[in-house]
């Protein structure tokens, strides 16, 4: 193992510290590999404050003139990609720092860190980032419900098997299960503007814990960032990692939600059903069987899944046991969540592409339909006739088991074969294998008829 470097100059906390670093605990403490990310959140959040600082009289209005200046040039090399990254930049913070005391010269650039630390800038970072990739994400779930609507409204006559215990169950609308699945991701956008609000707090001004010593603004800071309101609590400003959490956990709701509609989808897909087929772009082949079309896009979306509940798990572990306020456990947040609101803003874009250029086939859904789905149908009738439906339920019942027995579909019984079952069947009841008819009589709110099918599109609209 080579040796230990000295401690460099420009680290922030250098001054307590004689000894060198192992170098692996160097490249261990760094997390500017990944943290650069926030570059422009930084500079933000380094401008408002030396504004404030200004206002208190800590700096000069030329010497906030030249920290924004600075501050220019740094977010021009960081856009362009020619931002020189030192040995010891540890993080963003201190590698924005050193480069503006380059161009400023430190006497000034010194100035800069007046009253703040390190604890309550990432934070700051951190919300500023998630803030605006939220709204991103909200944009691509939209667009996913969009999707769903439009083709909900225009295959609106396709009628399909509806399922239970992968059984099938009772005739549905093909537009019913779409809709089943856009109101699941629609209740995830309320979800997520919720989220989005207490993402949305500043910790700015809050110190290492304790609080700011120069009587700084922390609201008119908070108004130049775009924040709606402060975290109250500086200690609780600094350790608060609840808005990655919740972002974390709204996620993995979401990729359950996700998971399970990819999971309709594959079954919809596979050549025993053959309801649905899936565009080329989002499929692959087998490089042994030259028949085959996987629906990868479909199943890597179900195994994302698990990736996002872990990382969601992970940081709730990290930080299950931590003491109060600020430890250096919380880098630890940073990672997962970068990769999380990637992993769900690419699932969601992906399974938008999925939906918007699959293609249906009405016919395979029609020829999937079997006359046993209409047994509630029959016992419905007898309900309509004054039985009860307990007793109606019974006698639909024994004429699925005679025509198990005949071997023959239910729909082939004849009128006579049906009355020695139960003499109150008539000859109207005929009007009970109609797969049109099932699906439109059941049309109470948040049914399969048309006319609630619409009044469901409606109302998803209404939230978007």
């Known amino acids: 193992m080579s040796a230990p470097k000295a401690v460099g100059e420009n680290m922030l906390w250098g001054g307590r510290f004689t000894e060198g670093l192992d170098p692996l605990m160097v490249q261990y403490n760094q997390s ?20 404030a600082n200004m206002r208190s009289g800590i700096l000069t209005e030329h010497e906030f ?39 400023i010269g430190k006497e000034i650039a010194g100035k800069l860190h007046t009253g703040r630390s390190r604890n309550e800038q990432i934070a700051t970072d951190m919300r500023l980032w998630l803030r605006d990739e939220l709204r991103k994400l909200e944009g691509y779930l939209i667009e996913l419900i969009k999707v769903a609507t439009a083709r909900a409204t225009n295959e609106i006559d396709y009628i399909m098997p509806g ?9 549905v609308r093909w537009s ?29 001004g809050t110190g290492a814990l304790a609080g700011n010593p120069f009587h700084i603004d922390r609201d008119a800071m908070a108004r130049e960032l775009g924040f709606d309101g402060l975290l109250p609590n500086s200690m609780n400003a600094v350790a608060d990692r609840d808005f990655a959490l919740e972002t974390m956990q709204w996620g993995s709701s979401l990729m359950v ?47 994302k899944c698990g990736r996002t509940f872990g990382q969601m798990a992970g940081l709730m572990m990290t930080i299950k046991g931590l003491p109060t306020t600020y430890n250096k456990d919380l880098q630890e947040s940073v990672e997962p969540l970068l990769d999380h609101i990637k992993t769900v803003g690419d699932s969601l874009q992906i399974a938008t592409g999925v939906l ?21 149908e029959f016992a419905d009738y007898l309900v309509r006739k004054g039985v009860p439906f307990r007793e109606a339920h019974h006698i639909s019942g024994r004429v699925v088991a005679l025509a198990e027995k005949n071997g023959v579909p239910m729909d082939t019984l004849s009128l006579e074969q049906l009355q ?8 109207d009841v005929q009007k009970c294998l109609d797969y049109e008819r099932a699906v439109e009589l059941k049309d109470a709110a948040g049914g399969t008829s048309k006319r609630a099918v619409r009044e469901q599109i409606d109302l998803l609209n209404s939230m978007l």
Do not use: C
């Open 163 to 171: 399922y239970t215990h992968l059984q099938k169950a009772q005739p």
């Open 257 to 303: 939600k996700i998971s399970r509609w990819a999971e309709d989808l594959i079954i919809y897909s596979s050549l025993e059903f053959g309801f649905v087929r899936l565009a080329d772009a989002y499929s692959t082949g087998s490089s042994l069987m030259p028949q085959k079309k996987n629906a990868d896009s479909l199943e890597l979306l179900r195994g």
């Open 356 to 376: 918007s250029t699959l293609t249906v086939n009405p016919d395979k859904m029609a020829a999937a339909l079997a006359p046993e789905m209409l047994a509630t």
């Open 420 to 427: 020695s079952v139960d003499s109150r069947f008539g000859s």
């Open 65 to 103: 003139g030249e920290i924004q200046r600075g501050f220019a040039q740094i977010a021009e090399e960081w856009r362009t990609n020619t931002f020189v990254v030192k040995e010891n930049d540890e993080d963003i913070h201190t590698a924005n720092e050193r480069r503006l005391g380059e161009i």
């Open 32 to 51: 500017l590999p990944y943290d650069r990310i926030f570059w422009q959140q930084d500079i933000q959040g380094s401008i408002a404050f030396a504004r």
């Open 176 to 204: 019913q299960w779409l809709l089943s699945h856009a109101v699941a991701f629609a209740t995830e956008l309320q979800r997520l503007r919720e989220v989005i609000k207490r993402v949305n707090r500043s910790p700015l």
